[in-house]
């Protein structure tokens, strides 16, 4: 029971990783919440489910497909919604309404579009083949979400601390003044973070999509508040934090679940929030920030 | 008369009228410089507090609806406290999950009914005019008693308005105000100046949650009926709007902007649709082009030496 | 001894910003920080008014601990600064960014805000009157409407100065006061600060202006990366072969 709840919480952990990757990509290069990153995670499933509905295409083209297509998306939202609010000096809570106004006119959109029915993958998208180790039984869909998540976070790792683009994102998440003086493209280098963190979401959609076999409009809302407690909890723009936190949150909701209060699953991410904000406000994995002078 | 009287007429501006007050709730705790996702949260609370109470408890509306403004003003403590020892983003994201939250525990609570919700509210006229009718005074000359009691509606809640734009000129020309200016202006210089930002910042959003929680009180007695969808996020995000478009320099800002968009929909048929991607793409152009809303302390200065010239000349 | 900072170290990241500086401040002196940019004045003051806590060491104010007070509780207990960086509240009236000064000294709440009781209005009046005499003090004509933030630069800087007066220190702090000041500005903030220390306050002064530094403080102490290198009177300053060599040395070359 305990091990079959731990693989279950990971599994659903390893989803709410990826999606906080996202934001905390953005939040370290860019210092802002971006608030319909979960939009871009619902657009994700979309585009994946009529990828394998409507085009009959393979699911694994179809989770490369919806990376692409979220990614487009995000490059989007940085010159539609980011971009011009860099040109002028404004207070910080304008790149936070904005993206709430992008997050409101997408999940919109896709009600008028899709309705607001929930839609499923087709039976044959991973077959229902189930793996007895021991104690735990573990689906097809929970392996290509443990192994896809896992692969996608650390292949994030290396090629951040590794490869020139990685190191140059690291370089502008430190200070963008600093990378512009080093030469170094920092427009460029924005798009491409929103870009990847968005390509982030869109896959956890499709994976997401799989394991609960729904794709709904208003999904986004939901695992949107998950990935910003988990932001939270593992520190704002910390990657290893957020890879972590996710796990947490996951094995967390999971237990509740299992052990009785299933109908408040939801308000465990918020309870960690506020938990997290009176005990370890830079979280778990954060260093404490000095002033601002 | 018969125009000014009409049914409809009279609904839109009461509708008008309960989002302006709502859109002062997200004006108060922005004069800190803080954004609040939570209103429509504190709004539930207030208005599952006043029903529960005036359905089950028997008590008078006009002391429910300020009881459910202290409810939600008492949770926006707990929740504002941690939050707003930190910068703006953790509030932001603190009673966005905060919202949601309240959401399921309405959902899953006996008391609320669950999805439901509340049925058989009492309405704000009835009341008013059980109220009058006690004291003899059923009807005025020609009006019939449903006008009668929607205009007595439309009087309280213009009452209601006109005292907390009182109650925000009074408290801006005042050292709290001067104190809510400073920090949103410039929170660290602020604290060094003497101004305990935590404690003023956490003023400003439970006036801003007594507020919502009241005007939820107020929703619940004019609309007969409350569900836990009624105050989704959706209803956060048109409240923030009115704000954004209306500006939130000045109190008169978010209720231009509350009269603007509640009338949107009623004015142009096909705009009721995409009410909420209107609203979304209304934030991102109105920060793109103009962060602070549609009417700053530089429009009203601007207005002021115009008209001034014109008078001298 | 009003001042004390006792081997106060700070460190951002591992990179070591100040390193063990120790020295006192007496009681109605005016003293002098100074150093090439960078050598870690600024981050001192910050130390001192509780934006960020020292790595290692203590600061006192006689006699009191300092450290792991908000900023808002040390400028309770008497001290106040201004900043390098010009941060007033731009959009206000000059009036207001000293009324806003007089906070810690005043009381009145909401309610009395709001009914405008007569104990509020006896104590906006003063406020407002202390206000207009310090926005005197320092040269700023107070019947302007403009707001604060579109004052000449000048007049910017001494209106901080102003605010901080406001909160009625017993010490105040100036980082950098002259800076974008032309010669005959820097000559009245020189009368200014002089007027400062005759009202009974103790001043310390961050300054890159030798001329000013020079002819107003009665100590100065040297600072480069982070260390403090000397101590003395404007007199033994100058003739200190390593702060020639650190810093007045250097700029010659």
């Known amino acids: 029971m305990f091990w079959q709840q731990l693989v279950n919480g990971l599994t659903l952990g390893s989803t709410y990783s990826l999606v906080a990757l996202g934001y905390t990509l953005i939040m370290g290069v860019l210092n802002i919440i971006n608030m319909a990153h979960g939009e871009v995670f619902m657009f994700g499933a979309f585009v994946g489910l009529f990828l394998v509905n409507y085009l009959k295409v393979n699911i694994f083209v179809a989770m490369a497909g919806a990376m692409v297509a979220s990614a487009l998306l995000g490059i989007l939202l940085e010159m539609l919604a980011l971009r011009p609010l860099r040109r002028r000096a404004v207070s910080d809570l304008a790149p936070l309404i904005s993206t709430i106004g992008v997050s409101i006119f997408l999940e919109n959109l896709a009600l008028k579009i899709f309705g607001p029915q929930s839609q499923a993958f087709p039976a044959g998208a991973l077959s229902g083949v189930q793996l007895q180790l021991g104690p735990i039984r573990i689906t097809l869909v929970q392996i290509v979400i443990l192994g896809i998540s896992f692969g996608l976070m650390f292949v994030l790792r290396f090629w951040l601390s590794k490869t020139r683009v990685g190191k140059a994102i690291r370089t502008t998440a430190e200070s963008i003044e600093t990378a512009n003086l080093l030469g170094i493209n920092t427009n460029k280098i924005i798009l491409l973070t929103v870009a990847l963190a968005s390509a982030l979401g869109g896959i956890a959609g499709v994976l997401v999509g799989l394991s609960i076999n729904a794709v709904e409009p208003t999904m986004g809302l939901s695992m949107g508040l998950k990935g910003l407690a988990v932001l939270i909890l593992g520190g704002m723009g910390n990657i290893t934090g957020a890879m972590l936190g996710g796990l947490i949150l996951g094995i967390a909701e999971v237990f509740t679940v299992a052990y009785g209060a299933s109908s408040y699953r939801d308000a465990v991410a918020f309870g960690i929030i506020i938990l997290i904000l009176f005990i370890r406000p830079q979280g778990l994995f954060g260093k404490r920030q000095g002033g601002r002078f | 008369m018969d125009i000014i009287l009409n049914q409809y007429y009279l609904q839109i501006v009461i509708f008008v009228l309960v989002n302006a007050i709502l859109g002062v709730s997200i004006y108060m705790t922005l004069s800190t410089g803080q954004l609040s996702l939570g209103n429509a949260g504190f709004m539930s609370i207030g208005a599952y507090t006043c029903a529960i109470l005036t359905v089950k408890a028997g008590f008078p509306v006009y002391l429910a609806v300020p009881i459910g403004g202290a409810a939600a003003s008492f949770i926006s403590l707990i929740i504002g406290y941690p939050a707003l020892r930190l910068t703006g983003i953790y509030l932001a994201i603190a009673t966005l999950g905060f919202g949601e939250v309240v959401r399921v525990i309405i959902l899953n609570l006996k008391i609320t009914n669950g999805a439901l919700g509340i049925s058989g509210i009492p309405t704000l006229g009835t009341k008013i005019s059980k109220m009058l009718s006690s004291f003899g005074l059923s009807r005025f000359g020609g009006l019939t008693a449903q006008q009668t009691s929607n205009l007595l509606v439309l009087v309280v809640l213009i009452f209601i308005l006109a005292f907390l734009v009182f109650f925000c000129t009074r408290l801006n020309r005042s050292r709290v105000g001067r104190a809510f200016a400073s920090i949103k202006a410039d929170e660290s210089a602020a604290e060094a100046m003497g101004i305990n930002t935590t404690y003023y910042k956490l003023l400003a959003f439970a006036l801003g949650a007594f507020i919502a929680g009241m005007a939820g009180g107020l929703s619940a007695h004019l609309t007969f009926f409350i569900g836990p969808k009624d105050f989704a996020y959706h209803r956060t995000v048109e409240i923030l709007s009115f704000a954004v478009l209306g500006g939130s320099d000045l109190i008169i800002g978010p209720i231009v902007g509350a009269l603007l968009l509640t009338m949107l929909p009623e004015l142009l048929r096909s705009a009721s649709e995409y009410r909420l991607m209107i609203y979304g793409a209304l934030m991102v152009i109105m920060m793109a082009f103009r962060p602070q809303g549609l009417i700053s302390e530089e429009t009203v200065r601007f207005w002021k030496r115009k008209l001034g010239r014109r008078i001298k000349q | ?253």
Request: charged share 25%; aromatic share 6%.
């Open chain 3, 1 to 253: 001894m009003t001042l004390v900072l006792d081997q106060v170290s700070k460190s951002f990241g591992g990179l070591a910003a100040l390193s063990d500086v120790s020295f006192k401040v007496n009681d109605g002196e005016i003293i002098g920080i100074i150093g090439p940019n960078g050598a870690g004045k600024t981050t001192l003051f910050n130390l001192i008014t509780g934006i960020f806590p020292p790595t290692e060491g203590k600061i006192s104010y006689h006699g009191k601990n300092l450290l792991g007070l908000r900023p808002y509780k040390v400028t309770a207990l008497g001290l106040a600064r201004t900043f390098q960086n010009i941060r007033l509240f731009g959009h206000m009236s000059p009036l207001d960014n000293v009324m806003v000064g007089a906070h810690c000294r005043t009381k009145a709440g909401v309610w009395r805000g709001l009914w405008r009781t007569p104990a509020q209005r006896k104590e906006e009046k003063s406020t407002r009157e202390r206000a207009q005499a310090l926005l005197q003090l320092v040269g700023i004509e107070n019947d302007t409407d403009s707001p604060a933030g579109s004052l000449p630069y000048g007049q910017q800087r001494r209106l901080e100065i102003a605010r901080a007066l406001a909160t009625e220190p017993e010490l105040i702090l100036l980082d950098e006061p002259a800076a974008g000041m032309n010669e005959s500005e820097t000559e009245d903030l020189r009368l200014l600060i002089k007027k400062i220390q005759m009202m009974g306050k103790t001043v310390v002064l961050i300054e890159h202006d030798m001329n000013l530094v020079m002819n107003v403080c009665d100590r100065l102490v040297v600072i480069n990366f982070g260390q403090k290198i000397a101590e003395g009177t404007p007199a033994e300053i100058q003739k200190n072969p390593l702060v020639i060599e650190a810093y007045l040395g250097r700029e010659e070359a």
